[in-house]
């Protein structure tokens, strides 16, 4: 009887009538918010190959609405511009300035033309040129700057293509040229739809399950295939560093393309038909082989079919050669991974993955390197005859990191990290990294090769400090060497030297702004790189806690508070409260409790979270956990909603017992599954005065195959699906919700269609709510204009619906 009650609830949505609204002009909100969006951004940093120059790139204010109006195809699950035969809205700098990290001088790349828009940005393995894409109006240059002289010059006359994930160029090993992704000479006229239907688009099952999960933006029929064909076709070239240019291969629709370690041959791999109505590109069949220089064929390597039958399930898996690259410490071979259990976690084997090896010249055996209980999760080679083998279980969170010989594959493997990755507190960090003699990256061992350095975020119960240690190989022991000390927040963002006797940091606290450092970690000086301003001078003073609390059924939480500049709580008395939040699933009491973050973090204002409730005497709660833990049988989200409640409860009864919120004024929001947390709240809960929901899914029967960490589908867990979608209990809404949603989403299960529904669920059975429609926008929002109106919207409804209602009497509850 409930599955029949939903389907009629269903079928009444989808028929009723489009629902029409008036179509408004952007709005702005207040001085200080706009201010906020418009303020000087930070410089993007990246360092050179040797860490003998810091490159800063310059990053511009929000585009305008106009810029996000190009055209735009969207094609197999990628969005492309196809003027320009690049990515659809790419983020990008605007210019360059080279530092000299010794010295500390300056100097501006010169040679730019004015306006620039850089994207993919790419330093030579030798440092001695970085090479960039300019974005014109109609197609992507490829420019490289000579570091030496700080001039940037162009190598192509547009051409590049960069529709297909990834970077569409590649830098030679000695520095002196780029294999790149161009537009085919001659391709010809975009194809044209034929006004008349040749006949109907069918798909076809013929009993096999082909389970997927929710995909958008996939082909719909024949002419889709044809512009995908057509944009995502490209010819390789090699460009020299003085321009010219040579064609290689022939014109294919190119994945990847990789170059051996000693520079003699080509590994690509290309996407070819049939193609999938149901799948995106990266599940459609693969061809991969094995080139030399020329582009002449040396090695046929793999041809692999449509992956549209992979299992839903987590653990689940392609079945063939998957994870095709080089050997990072030899100069021509390759490594690859294959499933022993067809993909499937449900097949019951020993083991489930088996890693290979084959040298050049690709006419022997491969060689297997080791078998894998689990599913194969990394690897990571040296150049003293070991690599470093990762594999994971997704059910229960299991990691497992051997040690193998490369130089002798029957030898055993050493177990060196096996851990829950739910345990951050005992957490060895992870390998750092050093070129090789190929100028590839291999791990960076110490003491000939029997140690490595970690690096990691160092979490324990009074918050994260960032740690660098030696982890010894043969007994497992490890030596710190150096950890982030309060009240600083410092972490690692490469080793200066590689014995880790100096490091390059990020040095942050409360009230000071990130900035880079050269750290002695013998003698602890510090030698400051950057000297960023205080992107937010205006909210300097806000004052920001880091808290910890238990909500009822023990599990420890914790979040950050933030209270307005000149607060204060004897003269001002309890504010009214905005919670922000994201949901994540557990597999344990204790790991849930863990501490995830750090007291001495710089309080940094960001116009896409909650700090806009600060302009307006709000008292915020930033990141406040919500864990949803499942034990033993029992999965996490067989009690989604009463775990959300308990945990909602807590952090309200925390901010009035710190006598600094009332509990009677507060509003959740979120975005995406935050979206989703704050709408299931105020469906069966009466603890907040109103929400506000930005791009989520409230409908779980729209995503029947999964969703988040959810291993179920709908027809096996139909009672989880509708518990837990707010879109059934629409009814339950009471107090004000703002829905807001980017008009084009392209985010696996956030359809703009999920907030239109909601909105009109809501509104037709008598609730309050507000429904904001984005124009261009995708899950995230970007133009300027889009954001200012987010903004307003969302101070408005909390003025409206939270900061203006009664507050609290002191000394009642």
């Known amino acids: 009887m409930q599955i029949a009650r939903l389907l009629i609830l269903i ?275 693969q061809n991969i082989q094995v080139w030399d220089r020329d582009g002449s064929l040396v090695h046929q390597f793999a041809e692999l079919p449509l992956a549209d039958r992979v299992p839903i399930a987590f653990s689940s898996t392609t079945e063939g050669p998957r994870s095709v690259s080089w050997r990072n410490d030899a100069p021509s071979t390759l490594s690859w991974v294959e499933a022993l259990d067809g993909g499937d976690p449900s097949v019951e084997v020993r083991y489930r993955d088996r890693v290979f090896t084959l040298d050049a010249p690709f006419t022997g055996d491969p060689v297997k390197q080791i078998d894998l209980e689990y599913r194969y999760s990394g690897l990571q080679w040296s150049e003293e005859g070991f690599a470093l083998v990762s594999e994971f279980w997704r059910d229960d969170r299991h990691l497992r990191t051997w040690k193998i010989n490369t130089v002798d594959s029957s030898a055993d493997h050493k177990l060196i990290v096996d851990r829950s990755t739910e345990d951050r507190y005992n957490d060895p960090g992870s390998p750092q990294m050093r070129r090789s003699q190929y100028g590839t990256w291999v791990l960076n061992t110490i003491n000939s090769g029997s140690s490595l350095l970690m690096t990691g975020i160092g979490a324990t119960p009074e918050g994260n400090r960032p740690f660098l240690s030696e982890f010894n190989l043969g007994t497992g022991e490890t030596t710190e060497l150096w950890r982030s000390e309060s009240p600083h927040y410092e972490w690692i963002v490469t080793l200066l030297e590689d014995d880790g006797s100096k490091l390059i940091t990020r040095r942050e606290s409360v009230d000071i702004q990130p900035n880079f450092f050269i750290r002695d970690t013998g003698t602890g000086e510090l030698e400051q790189l950057t000297f960023f301003e205080h992107p937010t001078p205006q909210l300097r003073n806000v004052h920001k806690e880091f808290i910890q609390y238990e909500r009822a059924d023990g599990v420890q939480l914790s979040a950050t508070l933030y209270l307005p500049p000149g607060y204060d709580k004897n003269r001002d008395g309890k504010l009214p409260v905005l919670v922000w939040a994201y949901p994540r699933e557990f597999r344990s009491v204790d790991a849930a409790g863990q501490v995830a973050d750090s007291p001495y973090r710089f309080a940094g204002m960001s116009y896409w979270g909650p700090h806009f409730a600060l302009t307006m005497d709000f008292a915020v709660v930033e990141n406040a956990t919500m864990p949803i833990v499942g034990e033993g049988d029992e999965n996490p989200n067989d009690t989604f909603v009463e775990q959300l409640k308990m945990s909602a409860e807590a952090v309200l009864d925390e901010v009035e017992r710190r006598g600094v919120g009332d509990s009677n004024r507060a509003a959740i929001g979120g975005h995406s599954y935050g979206a989703f947390m704050t709408a299931n709240l105020l469906a069966h809960s009466r603890i907040f005065k109103a929400g506000i929901a930005r791009s989520g899914a409230y409908n779980r029967t729209l995503t029947p195959f999964g969703f988040q960490a959810e291993p179920r589908n709908f027809w096996d867990s139909s009672e989880i699906y509708l518990s837990m979608s707010p ?23 956030t359809f703009p269609m999920q907030s239109e529904r909601m909105y009109a669920a809501v509104s037709g059975l008598g609730g309050i709510a507000r429904l904001v429609m984005l124009p261009e926008e995708s899950h995230g929002y970007r133009a300027r204009e889009s954001v200012l109106h987010m903004l307003y919207e969302q101070s408005e409804w909390l003025r409206k619906y939270v900061k203006n209602t009664q507050p609290a009497t002191a000394g009642l509850d």
């Open 11 to 285: 079928l009444f949505f989808f028929l009723s009538a489009t629902w029409a609204l008036a179509q408004d002009t952007y709005q702005e909100p207040s001085q200080e918010l706009i201010d906020l969006v418009d303020g000087a951004r930070t410089p993007s940093v990246s360092f050179s190959p040797e860490r003998t120059i810091l490159l800063l790139q310059d990053v511009p204010s929000l585009p305008s609405i106009a810029e996000m109006a190009q055209p735009e195809l969207r094609l197999a699950g990628i969005r492309i511009n196809p003027n320009t035969n690049g990515p659809s809205r790419p983020g990008y700098v605007t210019g360059f300035t080279l530092r000299d990290i010794e010295t500390g001088e300056d100097r501006a790349v010169n040679g730019l033309p004015d306006n620039p828009v850089i994207t993919n940005v790419g330093w030579s393995p030798d440092g001695l040129h970085i090479a960039f894409l300019l974005n014109t109006e109609n197609s992507l240059e490829l420019w490289v700057v000579d570091v030496s002289s700080a001039t940037a010059e162009k190598l192509t006359d547009g051409g590049v293509n960069n529709t297909y994930y990834g970077s569409p160029y590649s830098w030679t090993r000695d520095g002196d040229a780029l294999i790149v992704q161009m537009v085919p000479a001659g391709r010809g006229e975009v194809p044209r739809r034929s006004m008349i239907p040749t006949g109907p688009v069918i798909q076809e099952s013929l009993g096999e399950a082909r389970p997927a999960r929710t995909y958008q933006d996939l082909l719909q029929n024949s002419h889709d295939e044809e512009l995908f064909d057509y944009y995502f076709t490209s010819q390789l070239s090699e460009v020299l560093i003085d321009g010219t240019t040579r064609e290689i291969g022939r014109p294919a629709i190119y994945r990847s393309v990789s170059l051996s370690p000693n520079g003699d041959y080509l590994l690509v791999n290309m996407t070819e038909h049939p193609y999938s109505y149901r799948v995106p590109a990266s599940r459609f069949p």
């Open 727 to 749: 879109f059934m209990h629409a009814g339950g809404i009471k107090d004000p919700i703002l829905f807001i949603h980017g008009a084009e989403d392209n985010n696996s299960g």
